[in-house]
């Protein structure tokens, strides 16, 4: 089966074929890191990262780059304000950024690479820019000349006529035309600064992502993906720069995840209604967030609130608790053979339907859909009087690769452990029944459900699972 990937730029689902048979190289736009990300940073982080495991699940060698902006005005501000300098604080939400998504199952990219890395391949493509008639000087500063590149709104579809009658040249800008940008910055006093062929200064925001996308994918690469909000001027820019500079076609498929509302709301810190991930994994299980993303297509809009954020963790303990019960049973299962197979074969029918969602855009929320359907699958065959290792291994087995794909780690390093101690609560609890100590198998059975373990007592013994 094959992928199809639903492009911005075409604004319609095409199949992917990438450059180089069973390679593919992408590039996501990462944070400017002068603080902690906000959960609206955090959604393409997992989004991309579910991406990059399917597209690794489907054979797949992925050279997947995420940048960090570590030079920028917002970042010459907090270190400012913090007294400080840029490349300290650079370095401390960089680590924290790092840290934040990894608690959230993101893997870390083949390349981080970062603006002050990368300042000799900026100043050169901006040479060639200026070589090629596309850009130009001014006091110090280097312009983009957009009317130059004729193809200039295509991605975000806006006539360039349209863009113009909106664009204004602010105070201080020295450009031709309100619709020209910036390539390089010329640096104001005492701040941090670059030596160019145009005097010290810095980068401008777009020209950066060009030029790191270049250096570690080449000319054009497969997918380019990041937020909707950078589809415009963001990647609209990259896209011209690019273009312009190398006379080649810059991404193939443009992807864009949906924004994020809070209770209804736009996020915004004037609403006050700012959410951090940094607080929000502290606060909740990371993988319940990352669930919650993941339980909506990307393309779409999605709201938070606590609510919701409580449904997907219930909703999320439903795969858990079909899990776990698996690797229970699995203990006192036999090696049956009888109806194996058919069990074998009903179980491959779930993995196909997996992979056809995830084949359509990368469809997580009918992905999910099909996990539920698993678990529910496994619960009734746990009824059964007589069950198979073979069976369950293959319901864990298959848990197993799909979650991985989702980036969802339902295992626990104490999970044995936990295991072990109900069951041993268990036999307590028996014991006491046997003496009839009724209080003390009641008290067991009400301290297991605060911890979420249900005690279910049938003929063949005592069963648990989790709530």
Request: aromatic share 10%.
């Amino acid at each position: 089966m094959t992928v199809k990937i639903y492009n911005t730029l075409t604004r319609r689902k095409e199949a992917f074929k990438p450059i180089e048979e069973g390679k593919v190289r992408m590039y996501v736009c990462g944070p400017t890191v002068y603080n902690y990300i906000h959960i609206g940073n955090a959604r393409p982080a997992i989004v991309f990262d579910t991406v990059r495991r399917y597209l690794e699940f489907k054979n797949y060698d992925v050279n997947y780059v995420l940048n960090f902006t570590d030079v920028d005005d917002k970042i010459i501000k907090a270190a400012k304000d913090l007294e400080e300098d840029v490349p300290a604080v650079a370095e401390r939400f960089i680590n924290a950024y790092m840290e934040d998504v990894g608690a959230l199952g993101v893997k870390k990219a083949v390349h981080h690479p970062r603006v002050t890395e990368t300042m000799d391949d900026i100043i050169s493509f901006i040479d060639t820019l200026i070589d090629k008639g596309h850009a130009y000087e001014a006091e110090g500063d280097v312009y983009f000349k957009t009317r130059s590149f004729e193809g200039y709104g295509k991605l975000s579809h806006q006539p360039i006529d349209e863009l113009r009658s909106g664009a204004r040249i602010q105070i201080g800008e020295k450009k031709e035309d309100p619709l020209d940008f910036a390539l390089w910055k010329q640096a104001k006093s005492e701040e941090i600064a670059w030596d160019s062929p145009w005097g010290k200064g810095r980068p401008g925001w777009h020209i950066e992502c060009s030029a790191m996308a270049k250096k570690y994918l080449g000319d054009t690469i497969d997918i380019h993906a990041g937020g909707q909000d950078l589809t415009f001027p963001h990647h609209e820019n990259e896209i011209a720069q690019s273009e312009a500079g190398t006379g080649k076609n810059f991404a193939n498929y443009w992807m864009h995840n949906g924004y994020i509302n809070i209770d209804n709301e736009k996020m915004s810190k004037s609403l006050g209604n700012f959410v951090l991930a940094h607080d929000l994994v502290k606060q909740h299980d990371p993988q319940v967030v990352r669930f919650f993303m993941l339980s909506v297509h990307y393309r779409n809009p999605i709201n938070f609130s606590e609510s919701l954020l409580e449904s997907a963790k219930n909703s999320l303990d439903r795969i858990r608790n079909a899990y776990q019960n698996l690797e229970h049973r699995k203990e006192s299962s036999t090696n049956l053979t009888e109806d194996n197979q058919d069990w074998v074969k009903s179980l491959e029918k779930f993995n196909q339907r997996f992979i056809a969602e995830m084949d359509d855009d990368f469809n997580t929320a009918n992905a999910i859909a099909v996990l539920f359907d698993i678990a529910r699958e496994a619960n009734v065959y746990l009824q059964s009087d007589h069950t198979s290792k073979q069976v369950i291994n293959h319901f864990i087995e298959l848990f197993d690769s799909l979650l991985l794909v989702l980036g969802i780690e339902i295992r626990t390093d104490n999970q044995e452990l936990l295991n072990e101690d109900i069951d041993a609560l268990i036999q307590q609890r028996i014991k006491a029944r046997k003496d009839r100590d009724f209080a003390l198998a009641d008290k067991i059975r009400d301290d297991l459900k605060e911890k979420n373990i249900i005690l279910e007592d049938t003929p063949q013994g005592t069963r648990w699972k989790r709530g």
